[in-house]
Nanobody, 125 residues
Framework: DVQLVESGGGSVQTGGSLSVSCTVSRGTYSTYCMAWFRQAPGKEREGVAVIDGAGTTAYTQSVKDRFTISQVNNTLYLQMNGLKPEDSAMYYC???????????????????????WGHGTQVTV
């Protein structure tokens, strides 16, 4: 089965920067559609950023111009700048072979579009 292994995360002061990454292992395909979701205590899981197989990206409004998602081979990155306390959450990597006909923007609200998930990495601001 496909495995997603996250790394990075940690604690940073308000306004600081942090980077998290996620590597796909045991994958059959050469490219995957991938995303970062986050979940804070007592809140629903929220789509943060998505990148599809063509490199098209989408971001939730609250992180636009602060976060950057990128993918190199089968490793997903999320560069987070200008971090705010409300960015504190467990960040999860998600992947699937394709988005099933939905756009990256639609995928932000569709965690079920992703069949593979990492265990999460904590980001605290």
């Amino acid at each position: 089965d496909v495995q997603l292994v996250e790394s990075g995360g940690g604690s940073v002061q308000t306004g600081g920067s942090l980077s998290v990454s996620c590597t796909v292992s045991r994958g059959t395909y050469s490219t995957y559609c991938m995303a970062w979701f986050r979940q804070a205590p007592g809140k629903e899981r929220e789509g943060v950023a998505v990148i599809d197989g063509a490199g098209t990206t989408a971001y939730t409004q609250s992180v636009k111009d602060r976060f950057t998602i990128s993918q190199v081979n089968n490793t997903l990155y999320l560069q987070m700048n200008g971090l705010k306390p409300e960015d504190s959450a467990m960040y999860y990597c998600a992947a699937d072979r394709a988005l099933g006909g939905i756009t990256p923007i639609e995928a932000l609200a569709a965690p079920l579009a992703f069949g593979y998930w990492g265990h999460g990495t904590q980001v605290t601001v």
